[in-house]
């Protein structure tokens, strides 16, 4: 192999490494793991800081009003009420710079009621996605595009009077990001000089 050669597919290989190398540490993200305290039905979250004054937010094993877990025998039951808002977050370890594809899988019940409920997702802080008074659904696919900062804070935040939000399968995986056109073009012109170079050693 041609030292030229080499070189390009040694930085490639480095580029593809770097690729796989990114961080995205979010841990139990299908709330298969439950907790050891019990209140109100529920448990707590371990990897999850669960902040709800009404004690109504955790993870549940089983339905309760048509609502169970997207996959798994567990989901988050976001069931926060008497006003109160739950929020739920939990700080990952990314890699800064990286763009990651958030993805979770939500759902709704109001019970008999007519809906009064809110929910909000929030990445550092800044609103992904929210809404208010929203009828009964069934788990729904959600995705986002988000950047790491090295250190970020996924937070959700629900309140239902007095149904509940189910939130299951979070997942933050390296989006994969197209080779930026510039690259390409260095790429392919170091391509040509090899070409070019070869040429004149064959004459
Ligand atoms: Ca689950």
Redesign the pocket.
């Known amino acids: 192999m041609k030292k030229s050669a080499f070189v390009i597919m040694a930085s490639l290989s480095i580029l593809v490494l770097t690729a796989f190398s990114v961080r995205a540490d979010l841990l139990n993200g ?3 793991t439950m907790g050891s305290q019990w209140v109100n039905g529920v448990t707590d979250a371990p990897s999850w800081s669960i902040s709800d004054a009404s004690q109504a937010t955790g993870i549940f094993n089983g339905s309760y009003l048509g609502l169970g ?7 988050l039951w976001g069931g926060a009420f008497n006003g109160n808002n739950a929020a739920i977050s939990q700080t990952i370890t990314t890699t800064a710079g990286q763009a990651y594809d958030l993805e979770f899988w939500m759902a709704n019940t109001n019970g008999s009621a007519s809906a009064d409920n809110n929910w909000a997702v929030l990445w550092n802080g800044a609103f992904l996605a929210n809404g208010a008074n929203a009828a009964a659904f069934t788990y729904t696919d959600m995705k986002f595009l988000v950047t790491g900062t090295g250190n970020d804070t996924l937070t959700f935040i629900f309140r239902n009077e007095p149904g509940a939000f189910g939130l ?2 979070i997942s933050l995986k390296a989006s994969a990001v197209p080779i930026p056109a510039s690259m390409v073009l260095f790429i392919s012109g170091l391509g040509s000089l090899i070409i070019f170079r070869r040429k004149r050693f064959v004459i």
Do not use: C, L, P
């Not at 877990?69 to 989901?75: K, P, R, V």
């Open positions: 299908g709330f298969e877990a997207h996959s798994g025998t567990s989901f299951d399968d």
